[in-house]
């Protein structure tokens, strides 16, 4: 029967597909009790499982590179983990004793084991309760007949449904074979729905119990532009959403007639359009909508690409890649921003409480000089071929950015001793993403040559929010009294000083917003690729002076329901339903 879930839309566009479902629910674990004579044939089920995921682990093994020697180390800890006596026998005497299933009892082992590391204060110990973990799933996955999907190569078409899908799975995804991602948890400005976007993947999160409702093989209709996804569509069903489909492409493709006009208001202010990417194969696509630059290129991304090593002479590679591509258009690279849902290992193995509170981005790097200088040394180098703007994540205050520029100095001073050639002008900013950033705009705008606002994360950390938990998706809003007022006190603070402000979180790549961010005097937007046609239309229809009255109108109002509210009634007026 046709049934229709509504969840975050959270990369537009229409797929209809059959589902792949990738992983069951973490709580699928069978439990129940035996009767004594079970108890030997559930051990030698144990056994038989052991070796069948340690069979699995050769495999690999033999797959790799000889050279790959921190892999081949790591396959042979999981290995010697599978056979460790101590775990065995307590498993094979819990079965005994408690008359519980194989399943129930390893899961029952290994978490209290993984308890145990993790309160520890060795943090090798700590460590290694991820690699339990993993082995212990590879032998539940036996015990099930579970077969582990490989979603990097896939033979046919599907819509994949997963409980959640980490930013580094993303990552490996059969690009040619997906036709969506549907996902139970996550919020639309999650680093899952940024990739999902960039490529191109209509995506829908935050569905809650999805996985719970379909089956491999399953019909499915998903409709990334609403949030909906419709279960084992009927002809009619189906009827509509071609017809959807075919008029959200032909509107996309209409778009693509202003590629060449200016991002220019009615009254003439030029703002300048830029895209956000992940990789440099992006530029592409950036040059195809005739964007005037990279306004934020996440390097992160690099670092997490597993099948890549990021070391200097790499990095300087994809750097030069990204600025010749661009030519004389500006390229805004930003160091290292990991931790919260983007991962690497020297963070994944630290088992914070709150990560997003955690050691990350800035942080990290500050820490974590050598990789940092690394960062600067091949940023610095790549400097010559291009306009190089360089950005740091996640300050919070001057002396964060202090330390920043300082180990920019030492890096340059490096450099120099060594003869090795770079632009010794590179502009150097930050971005506002932490509320006492923005508050403290003032003195940050003194020391910088630009300013960001990356407001997926201020909106996070302003009204306390986790960005990727769908529970409280609710109270994300980018209209929040409390974030408009912060973005104008930014950017008046930016223009105190003489300096340019551009934002580059989702929020700019959403029409609805587009004239109060011309109100607020943003000189620059940047956002994903796929949205800047639709966001330069607006801007060519609509003038600074009435943009400015929509923000002086705004920002007389209370609540962020008030300010929604009367936004889209102004969007409709003037754009009609389009306008949204
Ligand atoms: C932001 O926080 O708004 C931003 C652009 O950075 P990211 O989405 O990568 O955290
Ligand atoms: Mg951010």
């Given at each position: 029967m046709v049934k229709t879930i509504k969840g975050i839309p959270a990369s537009p566009g229409?797929?209809?597909?059959?589902?792949?479902?990738?992983?069951?629910?973490?709580?699928?674990?069978?439990?129940?009790?035996?009767?004594?004579?079970?108890?030997?044939?559930?051990?030698?089920?144990?056994?038989?499982?052991?070796?069948?995921?340690?069979?699995?682990?050769?495999?690999i093994k033999e797959s790799l590179d000889k050279d790959a020697k921190d892999q081949h180390a790591?396959?042979?800890?999981?290995?010697?983990?599978?056979?460790?006596?101590?775990?065995?026998?307590?498993?094979h005497e819990r079965i005994g004793k408690e008359l519980k299933n194989v399943e129930w009892v390893l899961q029952e082992t290994v978490n209290s084991l993984v308890e145990q590391l993790e309160a520890t204060q060795d943090s090798y110990l700590r460590e290694r309760s991820s690699d339990i973990l993993d082995s212990s799933r590879r032998i539940i996955d036996h015990l099930l007949n579970r077969k582990r999907i490989s979603l990097g190569k896939l033979d046919q078409e599907v819509i994949l449904v997963a409980h959640n899908l980490l930013a580094t799975e993303m990552l490996q995804l059969d690009r040619r074979k997906i036709q969506a991602v549907i996902m139970d948890v996550g919020g639309k400005t999650s680093h899952t729905a940024i990739l999902a976007r960039s490529f191109g993947l209509p995506a829908v999160v935050g569905l809650k119990d999805v996985t719970g409702q379909v089956a491999t093989g399953d019909p499915v209709v998903v409709d990334g532009i609403e949030g909906l996804v419709t279960l084992d569509p009927d002809g009619e069903t189906l009827e509509n959403y071609r017809n959807k489909r075919a008029l959200f492409e032909k509107k996309e493709s209409q778009l693509y007639n202003i590629t060449d006009l200016p991002a220019e208001t009615t009254d003439g202010k030029l703002i300048r359009l830029k895209a956000n990417i992940e990789f440099p194969a992006e530029t592409d696509q950036v040059l195809n909508i005739n964007a005037e630059g990279v306004g934020l290129f996440r390097s992160e991304f690099l670092f997490m690409d597993q099948r890549e090593s990021a070391d200097e002479e790499s990095q300087y590679r994809s750097y030069r890649q990204v600025l010749e591509a661009m030519g004389d258009r500006p390229v805004t690279i930003r160091t290292l921003d990991v931790g919260g849902d983007k991962l690497i290992s020297e963070i994944e193995s630290q088992h914070e409480a709150n990560p997003l509170l955690g050691w990350r981005a800035i942080r990290f790097c500050l820490e974590k000089t050598n990789l940092f200088r690394t960062q600067l040394r091949a940023l610095l180098r790549a400097s010559r071929h291009g306009r190089l703007q360089i950005m740091f994540p996640m300050i919070s205050g001057i002396e964060e950015f202090e330390e920043a520029l300082s180990l920019v100095e030492e890096v340059k001073a490096e450099l120099k001793g060594e003869e090795i050639p770079f632009d010794a002008n590179i502009p150097i900013g930050l971005m506002i993403e932490v509320p006492s950033a923005a508050m403290t705009s003032d003195i940050l705008a003194e020391r910088a040559d630009f300013l960001s606002i990356g407001t997926n994360d201020l909106i996070q950390y302003s009204i306390a929010i986790d960005r990727g938990n769908e529970k409280v998706a609710h109270m994300y809003q980018p209209l929040h009294p409390g974030l408009i007022r912060m973005i104008h006190l930014v950017v008046q603070n930016a223009h105190r000083h003489?300096?340019?402000?551009?934002?580059?979180?989702?929020?700019?790549?959403?029409?609805?917003?587009?004239?109060?961010?011309?109100?607020?005097?943003?000189?620059?937007?940047?956002?994903?690729a796929y949205?800047?046609?639709?966001?330069?239309?607006?801007?060519?229809?609509?003038?600074?002076?009435?943009?400015?009255?929509?923000?002086g109108s705004i920002l007389e109002m209370r609540s962020y329901k008030e300010i929604n509210d009367y936004t889209r009634l102004w969007m409709e007026k003037r754009f009609g339903n389009s306008g949204q």
């Open positions: 229409i797929a209809i597909g059959k589902v792949l479902l990738y992983n069951e629910s973490p709580t699928a674990i069978p439990r129940f009790h035996l009767s004594r004579e079970d108890v030997a044939s559930e051990v030698e089920r144990l056994k038989r499982a052991v070796e069948r995921a340690a069979g699995d682990i050769q495999l790591l396959l042979e800890a999981h290995t010697l983990m599978l056979y460790d006596p101590c775990f065995n026998e307590l498993a003489g300096i340019p402000v551009s934002l580059c979180g989702e929020m700019g790549g959403e029409p609805l917003y587009t004239p109060i961010l011309l109100g607020l005097g943003l000189d620059e937007i940047s956002m994903s949205s800047l046609p639709e966001i330069k239309k607006i801007i060519r229809s609509v003038s600074i002076a009435e943009s400015e009255e929509l923000l």
